[in-house]
Structure formats: C-alpha cells, structure tokens
C-alpha cells in the first residue's frame, strides 16, 4: 500500500490579514501590527512596525529597549518578554524564532514554524554590511514576506564607503561650512557615524537632540560611536557655529529656524531616495548621499532566490514591480497590501515627527 505523506499546510491556511495587520491563527498574535493588538511579535524599532499599546509585547532585547526609549514604558506593550536571536520559542504549537534582519539594532525577522510548514516574515532588512547590527541571514521557507521600498530596477545603491567618501571630499573643500547630514534617528544615524569612523574620522561629530538619545542606547548595546558632542548655540545673536564640523540631524532639519545657528551649512541627506536626483534637488539638498537601510533591486531579487521560497509576499512599497520580476523567475508573487505609514525611508518624503522630537533637547 502506498502511504503519501502528510502535506503541510499552505501558510495562507495558517497566516491571514487581518485589519491590524498579519495574523498568525494558531499562535494567536500579529506580526508588526498597525493597530493595537494582544499579542504583538515586533521586527524593529521603527514607528510603522513598533506601534503602542500593545497587550504582550515580543521581540529582541535591543527592540524592546528602543521601543521603551520612544513611546514611554507605559505604552511600549502592557507586558514585554524579550526573545534572543536565534532561541525558539512555543507559541501555541507555533515555533517561532527571530533571526537577524541586518536593518537597524535588534532588527528580526519572525521565521514561523507551524506542522511542517515554514514562514518568514522578513521585517524591513539589507544585505549591505553595517557594524552597528548584526547581518541579515537567509532561512530557506515556503513562504518568504518581503518588503519591497526599493523595488525598481533604478535602485541601486552604492557602498557605503563611496558615499561617506564623497561626504569628506566635501568636509575638506569647504573649511569654513558647516556640513548637515539629514538621516532618521533611528538606524540610519548610527550607520552613518560608524562608517565614518571606519573612514578614519576620529574627530567629535554633532548631534541634533533628536539623535544624541538613540546614539546612547546604541552605545549602550556595545555599538562603539566615538565622541559625540551636542550642537553649541552662538555666543552671540547672528554668529554661526560648527564651521567645518559634522553635524547629524533629522532629515529636514535643514529647514528649521534650529539650522540658522550653522556656519553656511552644506546640507546633505542620507537616504536610498537621493538617488532619484529630481527628488534631491526639489529639496534643495546639496550634497545627495544614496544611503540606505533597505535592500535594492539587485538585494531584493538576491535574497528572494537565497531563501529559495516558491512563493514571495510583498509589502512595503513597490509591490507590482517585484512580483512581475519574480513571476519571471517561477516564483509566485502576491501583494500583501498592507497599510500603514512608513516611518524610516520607506516613508520619504518627510518624518514629521522624528523632526519635532527633541527639538532643543539636550
Ligand atoms: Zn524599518
Ligand atoms: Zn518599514
């Protein structure tokens, strides 16, 4: 007698969406919920996917600190239990495990496990490495959830290295600048500080109030950041400060009365957008540097065909695009429509509330 094995059931079985967002039915929880829920599993830090008021609140220790340091103890999850990379976890019969995602610190991606099947909800990620998080690694699934921000083939982006290169190309031709570099609080920030000490520059960088809170908690994690210094007011009314200084800022801040204080700034933002120049140059940004936490077009494609998933669900920007290349490639694509407002650079143009934050703290 012929006996065929048992078939695991299809994730869409198991994983649904729901209004807040994707929901795991036998472990009874969502994953980056956009509305407040039970029980909430949380891939990182950033606003869009680290919402409040969560009833039990997972995720890794760095994402459960971050998410204290911005919304207040009282509304960062009623009850938090942390969860190391790497070290399952039963759900309700659900295996779920957090494995890096390589975005931001304590970035995860959910890898959920559930009678034989396997889903991996990949958060926000990069393939590019950053010495402030630990590196995305791909886990073979039958259903891999992807984000799609960069999901043209016009995105690629540069290395790091090139574009902190050209940052003190420019430091050293205009002595007596000041050079502003708009990048999100969270992740961006600290990517942008390490790698310019990796390229040797070892003097004091400044910070807007709004950074200088998360560099701490990044230190306080083992990142190593170097001096960090609070921008000086003037001595006087109408003198500048910080002429041929670093100083890091939201991005936008270049518009705020806050960026009168600097000496003749030079404005540069940092963000995997700045390689659309039109988009640079409508925000009057003169110094475009194409830096990104997010996986490109070429990343994207790469990682889908590493996890090696027959089927790719896409959310987070350019779903269309995505799914026409994968289908391309034998791989079935399914837009997850999401909703929910980016907050990092998925959301360009502008975080206004990363911006009013900590406007003349610290
Ligand atoms: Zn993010
Ligand atoms: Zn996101």
């Known amino acids: 007698m012929h006996c065929a094995a048992m078939a695991a059931p299809h994730p869409e079985t ?48 760095e994402t459960l600190a ?15 239990q942390s969860i190391a990379y790497h070290q399952p976890l039963m759900q309700n019969g659900v295996r779920v495990t957090l494995v890096p995602a390589g975005h931001v610190l304590g970035s995860a991606q959910v890898v959920m496990e559930w009678q034989g099947s396997r889903l991996v909800v990949s958060g926000d ?22 984000e799609a921000t960069f999901a043209l083939p016009v995105f690629r982006h540069p290395p790091i290295g ?16 000041a050079h502003l570099v708009g990048c999100y609080a969270l992740g961006k920030c600290q990517r942008v500080i390490a790698a310019l000490r990796e ?38 009314r109408g003198e500048t ?10 991005p936008s801040a270049e518009s705020n009365p806050w960026a009168r204080r600097l000496a003749d700034p030079v404005t540069a933002v940092a963000s995997g957008w700045m390689r659309v ?12 540097l ?31 695009a995505l799914i026409h290349a994968l289908d391309g490639r034998g791989v079935r694509g399914r837009a997850l429509h999401l909703v929910g407002r980016e907050e990092d650079e998925g959301g360009d143009p502008e975080p206004a509330a990363d911006t009013a934050e900590g406007e003349e703290a610290a």
Do not use: N
């Open 162 to 177: 090139h574009e902190i290169a050209r940052l003190l190309d420019s430091v050293a031709l205009f002595p007596d600048r």
């Open 290 to 320: 194409v830096i990104s936490d997010h996986a490109d077009w070429d990343d994207l494609l790469a990682t889908c065909a590493e996890v090696d998933a027959p089927e790719v669900w896409v959310t987070h920007g350019r779903e269309e």
């Open 241 to 250: 400060v910080l002429p041929g200084q670093i100083v890091l800022a939201p």
């Open 125 to 146: 990620y990069k393939r590019e490495p950053d010495p402030t998080c630990l590196p995305f690694e791909p886990i073979p699934c039958d259903v891999f959830v992807t």
């Open 14 to 61: 198991w994983i649904r969406i729901t209004p807040e967002g994707l929901y795991c039915e036998p472990g009874d929880f969502h994953i980056d919920p956009a509305r407040p829920v039970p029980r909430a599993i949380i891939s990182h830090g950033h606003s869009d996917h680290a919402r409040p008021d969560h009833g039990a609140v997972l995720a890794t220790p």
């Open 66 to 80: 971050i998410m204290t340091a911005r919304l207040g103890e009282g509304r960062a999850g009623l009850q938090q």
């Open 199 to 236: 390229a040797g520059f070892d003097r004091p960088l400044y910070l807007h109030g709004a950074q200088a809170s998360m560099c701490r908690l990044y230190e306080r994690f083992g990142v190593a950041l170097g001096e960090l210094r609070p921008v000086p007011r003037p001595a006087k």
């Open 277 to 288: 120049r039109q988009r640079a140059k409508a925000r009057g940004v003169e110094l475009p």
